[in-house]
């Protein structure tokens, strides 16, 4: 009873989103750094209307990730006893496509957080969000919209019947949620999430990209590839920490409520835990057991 009562708040929380709730020309907490350079398409026209749109519809993203999952697991069993697809041509095309995506993101998004760390306070880099109107705004937009098309990329890993592991669903549909969720309260930690996020995509994407055209790349890029991934979830939960303490022990606004942090904790602390045992079963338990099997042959 308890728990479906707090269960019950907390989603209520999420629900209650502040901004533009009373005042449509009120953007929150945000930075007023404008681009010097910025391409004609580069910007956002109505972000109040777009901003409204993802909090009435954020929870679809649940939906849409059960959907994705249910999917995933009828194409497993339909094809238990058939052959896999090669799918090798269109994988190309796919990594290469989001790598590139991910790259110019990186550069273009990620040009407001270097601004703010070399000419802001902590306090503003962690607290004011994009400015609602500009390039970084725009490039956030993708980002949301992209995180339902890298959906795609457990498509390919089933229908070539390679391993699905947990954490790759599990990634995929939480940061779907996430990030949608972060979009529709304008959340202001979402700079650092994003950049690191394009990054880590710009560098993973580059590498399956090579993999798919058959390169033979050295397992200790697939290796660096995971730990630029495992230190971005420890920024995260990093970050997070720091906004908590702002607002338990300040009274200075921040731009990002309660129950999204509690989602950041959630998701980001739970990817580093999986992360974390991804590494050591692959890296460092892989490599101790063959050590072993060598030794045994060599006895």
Not at 80 to 96: C, G, Q, S, T, V
Not at 167 to 181: D, S
Request: hydrophobic residues 45%.
């Amino acid at each position: 009873m308890i728990a479906s009562e707090v269960l019950h708040d907390f989603w209520s929380s999420l629900n209650d989103f502040s901004l533009y709730k009373t005042n449509h020309t009120d953007h929150g907490i945000h930075s007023n750094y404008r681009y010097s350079f910025a391409l004609p398409f580069e910007r956002v026209d109505e972000p109040v209307l777009i901003t409204k749109f993802l909090q009435q519809n954020w929870a679809h993203t649940i939906t849409i990730s059960v959907i994705y999952f249910a999917i995933i697991k009828l194409i497993q069993s339909y094809l238990e006893h058939k052959k896999a697809f090669d799918l090798r041509l269109p994988l190309i095309f796919w990594n290469a496509f989001l790598a590139l995506f991910s790259i110019f993101g990186f550069i273009r998004f990620g040009e407001d957080l270097f601004y703010s760390l070399q000419h802001r306070t902590p306090y503003e880099w962690i607290c004011y969000s994009c400015h609602p109107n500009d390039v970084a705004a725009f490039w956030s937009l993708l980002f949301a919209i992209s995180k339902i098309f890298e959906l795609g990329d457990t498509l390919f890993i089933v229908l070539r019947k390679k391993p699905l592991i947990f954490l790759h669903y599990y990634h995929h549909a939480a940061v779907l949620i996430y990030t949608v969720h972060a979009g529709a309260e304008h959340t202001a930690a979402g700079r650092a999430f994003i950049t690191m996020n394009y990054f880590a995509h710009s560098v993973m994407y580059f590498y399956y990209t090579l993999t798919a055209m058959g390169i033979k790349v050295p397992r200790k890029i697939s290796k660096w590839v995971t730990i630029i991934q495992t230190t971005q979830m420890l920024i995260g939960v990093m970050i997070s920490c720091c906004v908590l303490w702002i607002k338990q022990n300040t009274d200075w606004k921040c731009q990002q409520s309660r129950a999204n942090l509690s989602l950041a904790f959630l998701i980001y602390t739970t990817f580093l835990i999986l992360f974390l045992h991804f590494y050591w079963s692959t890296y460092i338990r892989h490599r101790s057991i063959k050590s072993e099997s060598d030794k045994e042959k060599k006895l």
